[in-house]
Structure formats: C-alpha cells, structure tokens
C-alpha cells in the first residue's frame, strides 16, 4: 500500500499473511515500523522524531550512506537519510526473485545538488523486503556511475534502532572477545572481553570484523531479534543513555531505557568502487521467542 503518513509524507506498508507489517518512508528510504505477527513494534522510534525534512527520523532504520557519523566532509551519517527517494517501478531483472514476499524497491540518485557536496554520479538502489514469516530484509546496492573514470570511496551502516523493553535487561551476543572502536574515547581501539554485552552507562561502540550474525536478547520480553548481515563486517552499537540523551532535541529524556542501536556497518575499511562497479550490503531482521529465559 502506498499513502501519506506522518506530516503528509509518502510512505509504502508491506504486510505479510500472518499479520506481520512493515512501513518505509520515501523519505530517507528509511523504515520506521516492523510489527510480529501479534502486532509488536520491534523496531524504536522517538515519540519527538520530527518528520520535517531536511532533519533526519529519529528512530527506526536510517541509512548512513556515503558517510558514517562524522568521519569525513560531510553532515553526520552523509545525505541518503534527508533524501526523497523514488519507488522504483521497474528494477534490473537480477532484483526480481522476491516471489511470495512483499517488497518495495526505491532509488536515489545523485541530484545536481548533491554532486557540489559528493562530487559522484551513483545509482542506490534498496529493496525493503517482508518475508513470509515477517521477517525484514533490506538490500542495498550501490553502484559508481561516474563518466570522468573516477572511482569513489564510501563507508555505510544501517542504523537501526530496536525497540527494547528494558535496556538493563538485555544482552548483545556476538560480539564477544572481538576488537572496538570506542567512539567515547577517541576512538581508541579495545578488546570486548568474553562475555555477552550488557548495558549500564552510554555506549558507543565500532566493532570490527564481526561474525554475521548478531543476538539481541530482550529478557523482559522473552524475545530474541537475530541480525544477519552480508557485506558489512563492523557493527555498531549505541544508546545515548540519560545525560547524552538530554541534549538530543528529538528525543525524550527517558527514550534511552528503550532502545538499542546495533548497527550493520561497513566503517573502518571504507567500500571503493570504480566506474561501473557494484556493491551490495544485506540486512536481515528476524524476532522469534527467546531461550534466554532462565534469568542467567
Ligand atoms: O551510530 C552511533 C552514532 O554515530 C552516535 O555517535 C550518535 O551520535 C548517533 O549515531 C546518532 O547520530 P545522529 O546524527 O542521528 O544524531
């Protein structure tokens, strides 16, 4: 379904046969709801989020693209999140095999503006996929689309932000024993200790060359959401906590209790394509009941 959401804005539902659902705005390409079958939100978004281009949705999954934070020229996390994307009517055949799943495919484009501030011609397409089950799938392909020979570097993330219940409550699996970037330091390097993250004071976090696979377990709720990812080996994690959280105008002072940033990411070795080369980074998003119940 294609409507008007929030302040007019154009926005594309997926539902699945179980009543599982997903909306993305057009603008940002950005999903900001994922519902299970008993029509729980499992993804956060700020009750301040404004929807008031050209700031960015607070909450959700924005795109990062062609800048992670603030590690380049650019605004914070690049210019795709505050884009109008299109629907893409007619994708390349070898996108098509979504058969039984319902999806949207939306493109950006370099616009004669953006060239003055990114000086490339680039083609993003992203397909928004709810599989039968509900689980989510975005598929972001990137490709150079430069005339003058140039190739162009970039580094990405999606945002996401998940919906958790309680957030001294929950742990992180996967992350263990590996090395990070600690964004509260300098971005000094680290090394995660054995154990599964827990969470008590701000984080913020560039963990590298992860497994693609990534548990964020929801004890309160007795629910696990398992990210899978393809082509981004860091990943992110962050919550502002309560003092940092304050000084964030479109987010409420309490909102740090429930959510957790974990985000797919390509980040300390950045993506570089030639003319004509593609890139591809998957996501995928599924809630199932958790083991970690026990209150180990
Ligand atoms: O991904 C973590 C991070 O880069 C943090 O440093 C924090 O600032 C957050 O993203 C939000 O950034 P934003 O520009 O959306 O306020």
Redesign the pocket.
Known sequence: DRCRGINGLEKVVLREVRGCSAEVYLYGGHVTSWKNEHGEELLFLSSKANFNPPK?I?GGI?I?FPQ??NLGPLE??GFARNRFWIIDNDPPAFTTNSSNKAFVDLILKHSDEDVKIWPHRYEYRLRITLGPGGDLMLTSRIRNMNTDGKPFSFTF?Y?TYFAVTDISEVRVEGLETLDYLD?LKNRERFTEQGDAITFESEI?RVYLSTPTKIAILDHERKRTVVLRKDGLPDA?V?N?WDKRAKA?PDFGDDEYKHML?V?AACIEKPITLKPGEEWKGKLELSAVPSSYCSGQ
Do not use: G, K, L, T
């Open positions: 960015a607070r924005p990062c992670f934070s914070s996390h993330a945002h964004n913020d992110v962050w502002p964030i940033c985000e």
